[in-house]
């Protein structure tokens, strides 16, 4: 259902701003920059009830979704979404914000890299303005079988006849949004949505050494460890079994 949509997250989000998350203030600035490049993706699987606003793209009919980034210059980021539907049919949507301002459509898919804890979170819902947020906490969790850090924002708000529970966590690396939830009500209407990211070509996923080297440094020195001491056991073992060279005969004379 998507009857006034936008008229609904308008009193939500309006709602929102101008009462509770207005009080939230930033408590460091960092230096905004981009983590992520031009080729990288992210796809994502979710589910959504209730009323749809339009940038979510019918999430309630949708296989997944795929985000890729087509260019970036500066902190301005273009990203082209693509929906591939249960029907078979696939619809394309292009992104282009700035991390730094909040300003564009990007809305929650991309936010400043390297951030952490307290740190101002730039944020822009549906063209709505910006927002004064920051990040509540930086986590570890795991996605596609690899441990990540996650920066978390959490809202929890109830305001007369509105109420909104958010919760997001972006990998702090690159700035990418690792997962999403959201539930919301006004005027008698009520929307549930909720997407994870399942696979990307940001990082390896699974195995003994995905993830960033960094993190796989302790055990690629444990492995060259392990290997060097192998071979000087090889080689005091084949050196006390080989036999000795018999001894040379040697004439005296008589």
């Not at 979170?121 to 303005?129: E, K």
């Not at 570890?140 to 809202?155: A, D």
Request: net charge negative; aromatic share 8%; proline share 4%.
């Amino acid at each position: 259902m998507r009857i006034n949509s936008k008229l609904f997250m308008s009193c939500v989000l309006l709602g929102i701003v101008f009462t509770v998350l207005v009080s939230t203030v930033p408590t460091s600035f960092g230096a905004y920059t981009v983590g992520v490049k031009a080729g990288d993706w992210v796809k994502y699987q979710g589910n959504a009830s209730g009323i749809e606003p339009e940038e979510f793209l019918d999430l309630s009919q949708m296989e997944w979704m795929k985000g890729e980034v087509l260019s970036v210059s500066g902190t301005t980021v273009t990203v082209q979404m693509t929906a591939h539907y249960k029907n078979g049919s696939d619809a394309v949507q292009k992104l282009v914000g700035d991390v730094a301002s909040a300003s564009g459509n990007l809305t929650f898919m991309i936010m400043p890299a390297g951030s952490k804890e307290g740190d101002a979170l730039p944020l822009a819902m549906f063209d709505l303005g910006q927002v004064g947020l920051s990040i509540n906490d930086t986590v570890t969790r795991t996605y596609m079988g690899v441990s990540r850090s996650v920066n978390v924002l959490s809202i929890s708000v109830s305001e007369d006849a509105v109420s909104l529970e958010v919760g997001a966590y972006w990998d702090q690396a690159t700035g990418v949004l690792m997962e999403l939830s959201m539930q919301v009500s006004a005027m008698d209407q009520s929307m549930q949505m909720s997407i994870e990211a399942i696979e990307t070509n940001m990082w390896s996923a699974g195995g003994f050494l995905g993830g960033d080297l960094s993190s796989n440094l302790i055990y690629i020195v444990g492995i060259i460890a392990t290997v060097i001491a192998v071979v000087a056991v090889a080689i005091v073992l084949f050196v006390r079994r080989k036999p000795m060279p018999a001894p040379i005969p040697v004439s005296v004379p008589a």
